[in-house]
């Protein structure tokens, strides 16, 4: 369910819905570049700058280099939510906002307040742009018992715990689509 700016996710069906709603979204955006034909540049730039992709959760236009990035960054999050779900059924299940929306304080959080906080990205590297650092002195000072960083990168494949990576009492976690 989508409320306001952020999704619910009270079950592992509810991940499920909504990776589906996000393929749906990519097989629009496939569909549409299929049918292109024409100068390639121009393919490049009308991706780039035209509204011809599709947001992966909200029925609305975005363009295509937007629609990767928000992909990957609903895509991580729900895996992320999946997770937590199995880690904490207490929890009550998860608030999902993830990256620039900024409908809560981080990405993913508990709807039993305080319980459970997270914060979520896709990258190459985890420690490319500082990103993974940043993730963890954000989630430092946070009061939340149990406090997490997950991320996607095809140098870690597989959902699995990074203690090499954790600092100040945040777990670190890698997780696929």
Do not use: C
């Amino acid at each position: 369910m989508d409320v306001g700016r952020y999704l619910e996710v009270r079950t592992i069906g509810d991940v499920e819905q909504h990776l589906a709603a996000i393929g749906a979204s990519a097989a629009r955006a496939q569909s549409w570049i299929a049918a292109q034909s024409g100068d390639p540049l121009d393919l490049l730039r009308r991706m780039k700058f035209e509204p011809v992709g599709f947001h992966p959760i909200e029925d609305r236009p975005l363009n295509v280099i937007e629609q990767i990035n928000q992909t990957w960054t609903y895509a991580v999050a729900l895996s992320a939510a999946r997770v937590l779900l199995e880690l904490h059924p207490e929890a009550g299940g998860f608030k999902v906002a993830p990256g620039a929306h900024m409908a809560l304080p981080l990405d993913i959080m508990s709807e039993e307040p305080g319980l459970v906080g997270a914060e979520t990205f896709a990258a190459v590297n985890p420690r490319n742009n500082g990103k993974l650092a940043a993730d963890l002195a954000k989630l430092a000072d946070r009061p939340e018992t149990h406090r997490y960083v997950f991320f996607m990168s095809p140098r870690h494949p597989g959902a699995q715990r990074k203690p090499t990576l954790e600092r100040d009492g945040v777990q670190v976690w890698s997780v696929d689509v």
